[in-house]
């Protein structure tokens, strides 16, 4: 049974950082592409970026150079590091793991099988 647990999301002044986090029980953590996606109200959820089993990371155009994913194999645990975030990255995110993907990290919501139950990200401006 895979459990994602997200964590760290909260209230931030624009240009300011967060780092989420994400948690994995519920599988070999390591053998999977892990990704993030967020869902501003009203609207479809968006990929972010992900990782996959070498470390290789894929970012949107919105958060490249802004956003970094990273994961701690031993920990089980993903983590997106947010920099110099903007009032439109205002939405819950979510993370997802991709029991089928191995090396190309998916961008579709489609790629994904077990999600989060999200953390709200909100950035003032």
């Given at each position: 049974q895979v459990q994602l647990v997200e964590s760290g999301g909260g209230l931030v002044q624009a240009g300011g950082s967060l780092r989420l986090s994400c948690a994995d029980s519920g599988r070999t953590f390591s053998s999977y592409v892990m990704a993030w996606f967020?869902?501003?109200p009203g609207k479809e959820r968006?990929?972010?970026g992900g990782i996959n089993l070498s470390?290789?990371?894929y970012y949107a155009d919105?958060?490249?150079g802004r956003f970094n994913i990273s994961r701690d194999n031993a920990k089980n645990t993903v983590y997106l590091q947010m920099n110099s975030l903007k009032p439109e990255d205002t939405a819950v995110h979510y993370c997802a793991v991709s029991s089928r993907l191995r090396g190309r990290i998916?961008?579709?919501v489609m790629d994904y099988d077990s999600w989060g139950r999200g953390t709200q990200v909100t950035v003032s401006s």
């Open positions: 967020l869902q501003a968006e990929f972010v470390g290789y990371t919105s958060v490249k998916g961008g579709s």
